[in-house]
């Protein structure tokens, strides 16, 4: 490509379509007031709304389409803008169709019609996006101009991405007043990245004091690394807190002193829905407070306290408590250090759990005793089951049997994830022959690094390649023979895709296994005609 070629397709790349000016903003609710007070088919149907009421419907509107667009860019931000621009014409005209249809207000105030435009979407206010920096007083002004100007539209606010100091706070808080009775989301993520702790703390305290007695039913206060200090520093908020269904604490340095302030501080969490603890140093006294959290949290659905240096102690009572918590669909424990007793305590509360469909087990040092309580517990249990995780815990072909039964019975099964185990040839095959009949909805499969051989990988591949919209089997990093490769790669000929890398796959295996394994082959390849296998030709 020649340099002038190159130049003229950067200024191409250059363009962007979105945001739109704040002329062409004013332009739109310009043009949209015009036609609301135009008369038509819907005019002489259901009334046709005055000037004042079409001015400000129309601001409205234009309010959320810009958001419902913006969201959509913030995802994609690396195009040009236009498929947003398609989203704020559509969504102009959707809610500009239901002003007409509803017609003008009753002079109390009430519609004539259906629902009030800004009721039918609630919107964002998501300063999010773009570079992630500090903001002076001067930006936060710009920034917030618009929440200041229009807050009452917005039922959702995120900060999130952007570092508050102390001056940006200050321009913050007394837009927070004036909105804080119709929020009923708050994300501060990330808010106060790289400030000295006691800036950091002054402006939570800011933000807590204006924002207390709003009624939030989503909060995140993730990446902030509270600690105790800084959960104490959202005391005001937290406690004014009745009506939360969603909770997010994580990576926040959420330590047994800040777990104990966090179940203290917050004073109902009867509606809680989802709790978040990812990424903390909670440990086992930490893990203790939360369950005091969970035994009060009677219709929570998904629940995450993953990489929280739990062990044994932590782990036993969150499983007890959380046997209270009966409509759970989603659980994620991995990486921390269970245990074996944890792992038994776990399998006794499953029993309750009739609509979950996620669970994530992975590297909880299970080992045999507790992979089988707890594959005996969900067979038993959760008919719905979607995605199964249990890697990482010295797995045997011992508990193979147990876990394959389970497997069986999950026909809605869509992902496995059985990695980093040592389930070899024999615990592959037992799973292999589970998934065999029906799993019409699995795609994803993991099996890697569980020293199977060429018999195991064999027979995994020719199961998951008949199934209809399959995506991916990883059988990466086990002991696969240079002929075996060639016989699993036949399997997905027509979809090459859907067979993970191979390149950590080690032909040779341990040497301390080679000769037993070489004994076993025949007894293998025995045991494969027995299960009534067909190979192709």
Known sequence: MDSTTQT???????????????????????????????PSIFSRKYGL???????????????IAFATANQHFEKESDSDGGSAVQIYAKES???????????????????????????????????????RAFIDEEEAEELLKQLRERGSAYTKVCFSNRSFGLEAARVAKPILLSIKDHLKELDLSDFIAGRPEAEALEVMNIFSAALEGCVLRHLNLSNNALGEKGVRAFGSLLRSQNNLEELYLMNDGISEEAARAVSELVPSTEKLRVLHFHNNMTGDEGAIA??????????????????????????????????NCTNLKKIDLRDNMFGVEAGLALSKAILAFSD??????????????????????????????????????????????????????????????????????????LIGKALEDGHGKLNEVDMSTNMIRRAGARLLAQIVARKPGFKLLNINGNYISDEGIDEVKDFFKNSPNVLGPLDENDPEGEEDDEEEDADNEDELESRLKGLEIKQDE
């Open 93 to 131: 005209s959707r809610l500009m169709l239901e002003v007409l249809k509803r017609g003008p207000r009753m002079k109390d105030g009430e519609t004539i019609a259906s629902e009030k435009v800004n009721a039918t979407r609630e919107a964002v206010f998501d300063i999010s996006g773009g570079r």
């Open 290 to 323: 939360i369950a005091e959290m969970l035994k009060r949290s009677p219709v929570l659905e998904d629940f995450r306290c993953s990489s929280t240096r739990v062990a044994s102690e932590g782990g036993v009572a969150l499983a007890e408590a959380l046997g």
């Open 8 to 38: 003229i397709n950067q200024r191409l790349t250059s363009i962007k379509l979105w945001p739109p000016s704040k002329s062409t903003r004013l332009l739109l609710v310009e043009r949209m007031t015009k036609n609301l007070i135009t």
């Open 356 to 429: 979950l469909t996620e669970i994530y087990l992975s590297y909880l040092n299970l080992e045999d005793e507790g992979a089988e309580a707890l594959a005996i517990a969900l067979k038993d249990s959760a008919p719905s089951l979607g995605v199964l995780e249990i890697a990482g815990n010295d797995i045997t072909k011992k508990s193979a049997s147990a876990l394959a039964t389970c497997i069986a019975a999950k026909q809605f099964l869509t992902k496995l994830n059985l990695a980093e185990n040592e389930l070899k040839d024999e615990g592959a095959i």
């Open 49 to 63: 709304v005055s000037k004042e009421e079409a001015e400000e419907d129309a601001k409205q509107i234009e309010d």
